[in-house]
């Protein structure tokens, strides 16, 4: 199952992007820390060019430490690019994004050239939550659904430091199909997008790969976590169901609810730190993706080639 969300106020997202970009110094991305190659938005580096680009790995508090080391040190690697990791509800991290800035645009600074900061990130990524926390006030709507903020905003963090605010925006086609369910779990993606028990069903798959101690620890299922990570991911979503009470009449799981379960206790951080993916694994799934694109691409144009031909061999 792909998973697709580009409602209509995310194309006006992406025009405001692009009339704003040409002011910009640097290029804020906010991340998710559980899934920080796959909330990293392909449209935005297209959209933004070669504009220097700060990397926060916000929620970092909830994400498994070891992994986050492995993609801040990915990021960092990577030209005109510096990564921090960050808890949006830090008491004081404007001195750090405010810095990390400068040391991206040191040219930038001062009244006669203060520095325009673009700021942007997936839908729910917990930006509006991170611009409250740097302003001591509520300027943004915060919420656990995505696509809460809808409007452009300048926000003042200092006489000389400009950050303009812009709605959370994913991209028309996520390629990457286990891109699509990562940030579906996260809650990235409206839920009019995609089915919960197939979403959880994948999420489930992840957490028995390397987090099965936690799925033992939450659930109480009184299995070894080898068994645990063994089982079939239908098996231990009805597992977990029948130890919720997540039931229907007959003896029948509500595999619905159960998934709702699931996915709630991974957002809310209740299972543990767990991060979906390290960046050899993105990697990879972003190459089997490129592969399926051209050949997909192939088959068009061989398609598109024999149409031709054909429409050349008529008679008038």
Not at 63 to 85: C, I, K, S
Not at 243 to 268: H, P, S, Y
Request: contains cysteine.
């Amino acid at each position: 199952m792909a998973i697709q969300w580009f409602p209509g106020h995310m194309h006006l997202t992406r025009k405001a992007i692009t009339e704003r970009i040409k002011d910009i110094d640097v290029v804020i991305e906010v991340l998710d820390a559980r899934l920080p190659g796959s909330s990293a938005n392909p449209l935005l580096a297209e959209l933004t060019g070669h504009k220097p680009t700060l990397k926060v790995l916000n929620k970092q508090d909830v994400a498994d430490p070891e992994r986050t080391a492995l993609w801040l040190d990915w990021y960092n690697a990577l030209p005109d690019t510096r990564a921090v990791p960050l808890d949006a509800s830090d008491p004081a991290p404007a001195r750090k994004l405010i810095d990390a800035c400068h040391l991206l645009a040191p040219g930038r600074g001062g009244m006669a050239k203060p520095m325009r900061v673009l700021i942007c990130g997936v839908p729910n990524v917990g930006k509006s939550t991170l611009i409250n926390t740097l302003t001591s006030k509520r300027q943004a709507k915060t919420g656990d659904e995505a696509g809460i903020t809808k409007l452009e905003q300048r926000i003042t963090l200092a006489d000389d430091f400009y950050l303009w605010d812009t709605p959370g925006m994913l991209w028309p086609r996520i390629s990457v199909v286990e891109s699509g369910y990562n940030l579906a779990a996260s809650g990235a993606v409206g839920r009019n997008a995609y089915d919960e028990e197939l979403v959880a069903l994948e999420l489930l798959r992840r957490l028995q790969k390397n987090y099965a101690p936690l799925l033992e620890v939450r659930y109480r299922l009184g299995l070894p976590a080898g068994v645990v990570a063994g089982m079939h991911d239908e098996e231990l979503l009805e597992a977990i169901g029948r130890k919720r009470g997540a039931m229907l009449g007959g003896g029948r799981v509500n595999l619905q609810k159960t998934a709702e379960i699931v996915m709630t206790d991974f957002r809310t951080a209740i299972l543990g730190r767990i991060t979906l993916e390290t960046p050899a694994e993105f990697e990879a799934w972003r190459a089997a993706a490129a592969l399926l694109e051209a050949e997909r691409e192939a088959r068009k144009q061989a398609r598109e080639n024999r149409k031709k031909k054909g429409s050349g061999t008529r008679q008038p």
